[in-house]
Nanobody, 117 residues
């Protein structure tokens, strides 16, 4: 059974930094893709950044040059380093794990990021 657990959210001022972590466990996780998504009330969940098992990364235009996604294969843990945070980055951030060896998408419980102006 796959488990996905996020951590690292919090409250930060504009221009500050936070690092999110997503620890995944279970069969097939090591060869999966992982990604960060975020959602605010009344809006659809949107992609922030993704990283494949081979290390290929992709970013939403709104976070390019501010956020950095990375992955520790030995720990099956993904990170999101968020710098130069803006109030519009305020959202619940979710980790997603998916891949051909997994039965379905797996989501974490979400972690709140709040950026004060």
């Amino acid at each position: 059974q796959v488990q996905v657990v996020e951590s690292g959210g919090g409250l930060v001022q504009t221009g500050g930094s936070l690092r999110l972590s997503c620890a995944a466990s279970g069969n097939g996780v090591g060869s999966s893709s992982m990604g960060w998504y975020r959602q605010t009330p009344g809006k659809q969940r949107e992609l922030v950044a993704t990283i494949t098992s081979g290390g290929t990364m992709d970013y939403a235009d709104s976070v390019v040059d501010r956020f950095t996604i990375s992955r520790d294969a030995r720990k099956n843990t993904m990170y999101l380093q968020m710098d130069s945070l803006k109030p519009e980055d305020t959202a619940v951030y979710y980790c997603r794990v998916w891949g051909q060896w997994l039965a379905r998408n797996y989501w974490g419980q979400g972690t709140q990021v709040t950026v004060s102006s």
